[in-house]
């Protein structure tokens, strides 16, 4: 079936405004992951949800950022009040089973820029 | 200091050469070792998975792991432009679902 989606593809901002971004896993997949790709960096974890539940969100760097998953499929990262350090490409990636048993598919990324 | 290091490149070759990456890390507790290829504004995919110390290899590519060096390496052999792509390796501890990741190494396969 298909793979990972993530939309939108591309979001601009201006400073202060709240975005969402969407990401729509590989069906049946119970893990879902969040990374943040800074310009010419590997990407870093924000968070990880297995089924509804956000089990680890160890990585997400401020309360402005907040990531749901409420019925286990489709999965939304809100970043409230964006500043221009979050500009970067967000990722998404869906894996199963759990655990490192489990290869991560990613999705294309959003590219959000904070202006 | 990170707990993965990846030289950053640009590393260029030209076609038909082998190409060689590195990384190193501090964590002695990672135990499942992956390299990702990563087009221009495309997601990473998986090329390369590898537990624990040893070799494995799947076509041109060859995967090394040396656990008592912290020290992995991915060898791609008969090197094409379609090779030409950012490379990243991670990893897994045993337990947790959280995957480290290198810098990534920009490669450039010149035909």
């Known amino acids: 079936g298909a793979g990972v989606s993530q939309s939108p593809r591309y979001k601009v901002a201006k400073r202060g405004q709240d975005v969402a971004l969407r990401c729509d896993p590989i069906?049946?997949?119970?893990?879902l992951f969040w990374y943040q790709q800074a310009l010419g960096q590997g990407p870093e974890f924000l968070t990880y949800?297995?089924?509804?539940?956000?089990?680890?969100k160890s990585g997400l760097p401020s309360d402005r950022f907040f990531a749901e998953r409420p019925e286990g499929s489709v999965s939304t990262l809100k970043i409230q009040r964006t500043q221009q350090e979050d500009s970067a490409v967000y990722l998404c990636?869906?894996?199963?089973?759990?655990?490192?048993?489990?290869?991560?598919?990613f999705g294309p990324g959003t590219r959000l820029t904070v202006l | 200091q990170k707990e993965v290091e990846q030289d950053p490149g640009p590393l260029s070759v030209p076609e038909g050469a082998i190409v060689s990456l590195n990384c190193t890390y501090s964590?002695?507790?990672?135990?499942?070792f992956m390299w990702y290829r990563q087009y221009s504004r495309k997601g990473p995919e998986l090329l390369m998975y590898?537990?624990?110390?040893g070799n494995k290899e799947d076509g041109r590519f060859t995967a090394q792991v040396d656990k008592s060096s912290k020290y992995i390496s991915l060898f791609i052999r008969d090197s094409q432009p379609s090779d030409s792509a950012t490379y990243l390796c991670?990893?897994?501890?045993?337990?947790?679902?959280?995957?480290?990741f290198g810098g990534g190494t920009r490669v450039l396969v010149k035909p």
């Open positions: 590898t537990y624990s110390s």
């Open positions: 991670a990893m897994f501890p045993p337990l947790g679902n959280k995957l480290t």
């Open positions: 069906s049946g997949h119970v893990s």
């Open positions: 949800f297995q089924n509804e539940a956000q089990l680890d």
């Open positions: 990636a869906s894996s199963q089973p759990p655990g490192p048993q489990g290869t991560q598919y």
């Open positions: 964590n002695s507790a990672f135990q499942y």
